[in-house]
């Protein structure tokens, strides 16, 4: 009797037991399963979108002399940030080989998050000897990357006379601000009305008050191909030929003249050009923020008339991959002080004092 009351309860016991057990976990394993598995496509999904927004594509043309301002540009957008970039670059004959020997010589760990497309400068296939006739190559690629590039959504175009001083990512997020009907973002010429080249002296009409410049084009190639973007780039080309100076900075300013709602126009900071400081300093958002794209148009980071910005750029110049970021900023300093005093040291000190913090 007493035996047969310790199996029953033993086996009520061991029922209730499993029945909690059951309760308790039963349901448990296949919320665990089914929860991972959601984690797990979360992470493809994150880290899928994530590759998306964080490779970064930049064009340039790098053509005659010019292959260690090409280098010097690739370089500095590469240091700047630890995202992938692909690199396209349009390229003359004597410039390819020049560039690929020295870019296989890059560290591993920069080579991994790079790649690079080199191709020759040419013309749109289906236009060729329209465009032949009316373009040089070098100059006029920057027009026609939407055929160029049939296979792109978007790119970054920066004369090869730039140095990125912050991660091209930056820049590159001012996509996703466009809205509807903005295909393309620039940043402004001299803002000054009586130093301005255009308000000046341009016999043809350009955007704003005082234009835009060419040398930092944030494209959206999709929605410049669905506009038709190289039709107008022909056509007025065709009417303004005789009036155009700047050729394709100015094809560039009568297109948006007569749109100016496609035109996204960020702050002179995102190309900062010599005559923000030359004279005196045009562009408070530098001071403020800092310089994220600098470019040396006029050759100022070759020649001698504005040694400030030239110390900029060949301090990138010489920096090795392998060297700690704050060094180059520390011989950024340096270098800026072994050139006289000028409105354009003062704000590249400025700039640097805000590198140096971050
Ligand atoms: C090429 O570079 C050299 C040295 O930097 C310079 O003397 C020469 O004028 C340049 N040529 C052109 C076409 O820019
Ligand atoms: C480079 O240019 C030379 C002469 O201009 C030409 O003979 C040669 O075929 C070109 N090379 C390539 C790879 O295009
Ligand atoms: C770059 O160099 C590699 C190895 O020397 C070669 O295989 C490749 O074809 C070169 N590419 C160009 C575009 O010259
Ligand atoms: C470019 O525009 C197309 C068409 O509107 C859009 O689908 C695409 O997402 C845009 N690209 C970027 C990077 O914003
Ligand atoms: C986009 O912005 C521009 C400039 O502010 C404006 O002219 C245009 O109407 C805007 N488009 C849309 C669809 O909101």
């Not at 900075?249 to 297109?255: A, E």
């Not at 749109?259 to 045009?282: A, D, G, W």
Request: charged share 20%.
């Amino acid at each position: 009797m007493a035996r047969q009351t310790r199996l029953v309860l033993w086996t009520a016991a061991l029922g209730i037991f499993l029945f909690i057990l059951l309760r308790l976990f039963g349901q448990q394993p296949h919320q665990a399963t089914l929860s991972s598995s959601l984690v797990f496509q979360n992470k493809e999904d994150v880290s899928s979108t994530d590759e998306k927004t964080q490779e970064i594509h930049i064009a340039a043309i790098v053509c005659g002399n010019r292959t260690t301002l090409g280098l010097t540009m690739m370089k500095s957008a590469l240091i700047m940030c630890s995202d992938f970039i692909r690199f396209t670059l349009f390229v003359d004959n004597e410039t390819s080989g020049v560039l690929n020997e020295t870019i296989q010589l890059w560290p591993d760990n920069i080579l991994k998050r790079m790649s690079l497309d080199m191709r020759p400068v040419s013309y749109p296939e289906d236009n060729t000897d329209e465009w032949k006739t009316l373009f040089k190559p070098c100059a006029s690629v920057k027009l026609f990357l939407p055929s160029l590039l049939k296979e792109v959504d978007s790119v970054l175009y920066v004369d090869v006379d730039t140095v990125f001083l912050s991660p091209p990512l930056h820049i590159w997020q001012h996509l996703g601000k466009m809205n509807h009907t903005q295909l393309v973002a620039l940043g402004p010429e001299m803002q000054d009305h009586t130093k301005g080249w255009y308000n000046k002296y341009a016999s043809h009409p350009y955007y704003g008050k005082f234009a835009i410049n060419s040398g930092v084009i944030l494209m959206n190639l999709t929605k410049m191909r669905k506009f038709g973007w190289e039709k107008y780039v022909v056509r007025v080309n065709e009417q303004y030929k005789n009036r155009i100076v700047w050729r394709d900075q100015d094809i560039i300013n009568i297109i948006f003249h007569f749109h100016p709602e496609k035109l996204y126009v960020y702050p002179c900071n995102y190309n900062y050009i010599p005559v923000h400081c030359s004279i005196t300093s045009l562009c408070q958002e530098a001071e403020q923020q800092g310089i994220y794209i600098l470019h040396g148009y006029y050759n100022a980071f070759i020649n001698d008339h504005l040694p400030a910005l030239k110390a900029i750029y060949t301090s990138m110049q010489q920096h090795s991959f392998g060297d700690n970021l704050q060094m180059l900023f520390v011989n950024m300093k340096e270098n800026l002080m072994k050139t006289p005093t000028s409105s354009c040291r003062k704000v590249m000190s400025s700039i640097l004092k805000l590198l140096m913090v971050t």
